[in-house]
T-cell receptor, first 113, second 114 residues
Framework: DVKVTQSSRYLVKRTGEKVFLECVQD?????MFWYRQDPGLGLRLIYF???????EKGDIPEGYSVSREKKERFSLILESASTNQTSMYLC????????????FGPGTRLTVL | GENVEQHPSTLSVQEGDSAVIKCTYS??????FPWYKQELGKGPQLIID?????GEKKDQRIAVTLNKTAKHFSLHITETQPEDSAVYFC?????????????FGQGTILTVHP
């Protein structure tokens, strides 16, 4: 059974802290994505990666960076957390030869105080 | 870039009724249109999808229709059940070299009352 896991379900951080959100997939997928989900705004793409060490900006990359050192792991980094980054963060992956379905993790609810 | 608009934002129906959620997209190059269901505390999960060479697709109680000329597509759920209560997202993709990127709509909170 396919699986995407995220390191934390809930996270509370202080303004200015550096925050790491981790995502791991066990499907050998090439492409991985980070979204944030806010009520009334749907899912908005922050960054995605189509290969190890490769990354592309999504629609709302400001204030975020990413790291992909291994194929199965994609990390989202908030260099200096701010209150407007309080949100639900979702990771997803898709294989280049496995159709178009994105598989999502359960999400991390981040609160920045 | 692509823009996807989804309506309504909330939908409340009685068990057994039908529910319809509509989406419009802006990029005429989009050719793949999935629908995701997100249950409480979980990530979104694909429930049905349609490609641009097909006008309608059904899977048991759910169906999706696509009008490429008008650039809109809809999700139809018949004989709704309480377990259909969730947030539904439509999305669009141009496929090809987009690496599977999806542009999502704003989401619809569907509540099915027993």
């Amino acid at each position: 059974d396919v699986k995407v896991t995220q390191s934390s379900r809930y996270l509370v951080k202080r303004t200015g802290e550096k925050v790491f959100l981790e995502c791991v997939q066990d499907m050998d997928h090439e492409n991985m994505f980070w979204y944030r989900q806010d009520p009334g705004l749907g899912l908005r793409l922050i960054y995605f990666s189509y290969d190890v060490k490769m990354k592309e900006k999504g629609d709302i990359p400001e204030g975020y960076s990413v790291s992909r050192e291994k194929k199965e792991r994609f990390s989202l980094i908030l260099e200096s957390a701010s209150t407007n980054q309080t949100s639900m963060y979702l990771c997803a992956s898709i294989g280049s030869g496995s159709g178009n379905e994105q598989f999502f993790g359960p999400g991390t609810r981040l609160t920045v105080l | 870039g692509e823009n996807v608009e989804q309506h309504p934002s909330t939908l409340s129906v009685q068990e057994g009724d039908s529910a319809v959620i509509k989406c419009t997209y802006s990029d005429s190059a989009s050719n793949y249109f999935p629908w995701y269901k997100q249950e409480l505390g979980k990530g979104p999960q694909l429930i049905i999808d349609i490609r641009s060479n097909v006008g309608e697709k059904k899977d048991q109680r759910i169906a999706v229709t696509l009008n490429k000329t008008a650039k809109h597509f809809s999700l139809h759920i018949t004989e709704t059940q309480p377990e259909d209560s969730a947030v539904y997202f439509c999305a669009a993709s141009t496929g090809g070299t987009s690496y599977g990127k999806l542009t999502f709509g704003q989401g619809t909170i569907l509540t099915v009352h027993p």
